[in-house]
Every structure is written in C-alpha cells, then in structure tokens.
C-alpha cells in the first residue's frame, strides 16, 4: 500500500531536515498549530520511518531519510577517476573481425576506437557491428574506421567529473558507456583538442556502485 503524504506532513519532514534536534511544540509553534493537533501526523512520520522520535531530545531525521541522504552525498562526492575502468580499446585500422573477437573476448557493449597516437578516434558498439556485417559476407575484412561513430559525435567524461553528471549524460544520449578522457594537444587544423583515452564507465559500473552504496547504507 502506497501512503500519500499530506503538505503539512511534508512540511513536518522539511522542518525536521532543517532544525534537527527539534521538539514537537517547536513544530506546532511554526505551524502555527496545537501540539495535539500534530500528534497523528508525527506518528504517522515516525511509523513510516521519515522521522525519528527521541525522548528528551526531539524529533529527528528517520533512518530512510538519513540513508537517502548519505547516498545523495556520497554520489555527489565521486568522481569518475574513483570508479573508472581500464579502456577496451581497438586502433581504427583494425579490422571489423578483430573487433567482433574484442568484444566477445572482453565482454563488454561496445569498443573505444583509438588512431596511431592513441588518441580518440571514435566508439564502436555491439548494434553498429551488427547493423553493418548482417548480410555483408565481405565486412569483417573492412576496417572499424568504415562503420565506427567519429570523434566529434562521441559522448565523453573526463576524470575529475561528477559521477552524477556522468549518469545524465549516458540517460540523455542513450548509451551503455563512455569513454574516460584527458586533453593532450589541440588539433590547429581542427581547432580543437584532441582526447587521450585513460578509462572508461558502463552502466553495469554505475549499476553496481548504487547497489554497493545502498547496501553500505
């Protein structure tokens, strides 16, 4: 059964976030309410675990509460470079075969394309490689570069990212991981940077640590 809170119940939550340690008559004089007046919805607040009741102290952030926010927190501090994994990475001449046994062998979604300076060249995923070699006998002797997404449209992280950021942008562009960057040197051709790949982040990766956080609180 799904209890829906009340704005005054709400309003109990926020006051108790805010002012923790605080007395049930401190709530009612804010409210501008009787503490008799109040004494459902604390024991509501209380049963539901929002709230805490102390005696002699007060009112205090229940454990759900507490949980949530220390996982909030705790997101909020990571960055990439603390959860990054090693980078499944292919050069662009490889060829569609050897990327097809990478991505088998490593078990991974999709492979981080790099030139001869082992700089960024592109991303290449499991749906690309399938799209392209499905009824094309002669594609698995076609290099990666021939079906790869090119740098420029390649979604990326740096290390010193938010680990939060990182998620939004993988919901926004639908995508199953992100390559792990650092700038080494502008392109003055291009007029932009060019990214040595340090890492990489998956979805799996950042399934787990909600679960590990979770779990630690």
Not at 19 to 43: C, K, N, V, W, Y
Not at 73 to 82: E, T
Not at 124 to 134: A, G, M, Y
Request: hydrophobic share 45%; net charge negative.
């Amino acid at each position: 059964m799904i209890i829906e809170l009340s704005a005054r119940q709400l309003h109990i939550v926020e006051l108790v976030k805010q002012h923790s340690p605080i007395t049930g008559e401190q709530i009612a004089e804010m409210l501008g309410l009787s503490r008799p007046t109040l004494r459902s919805d604390l024991a509501l607040l209380v049963m539901l675990g929002l709230v805490d009741a102390k005696p002699k102290v007060g009112y205090t952030p229940g454990s759900s509460i507490s949980a949530e926010n220390q996982v909030s927190r705790r997101l909020q501090s990571l960055k990439i470079k603390d959860i990054q994994a090693v980078p499944v990475v292919v050069r662009e001449s490889a060829l569609i075969h050897d990327a097809v046994v990478a991505l088998f062998m490593e078990n991974v979604g999709s492979l981080i394309v790099v030139d001869e300076e082992s700089c960024l060249s592109g991303i290449i995923s499991r749906k690309d490689l399938l799209k392209f070699t499905l009824g094309n006998p002669s594609a698995s002797t076609m290099p990666v570069s021939m079906v790869m997404t090119r740098e420029p449209n390649v979604i990326h992280v740096q290390p010193e990212d938010n680990v939060l950021e990182a998620a939004r942008r993988m919901i926004h562009h639908q995508v199953d991981g992100l390559p792990v960057v650092v700038p080494i040197k502008q392109d003055n051709a291009q007029g932009r940077n060019r990214w040595e790949v340090v890492g990489r982040i998956t979805n799996t990766m950042m399934t787990q640590l909600l679960v590990e956080l979770a779990s630690e609180s």
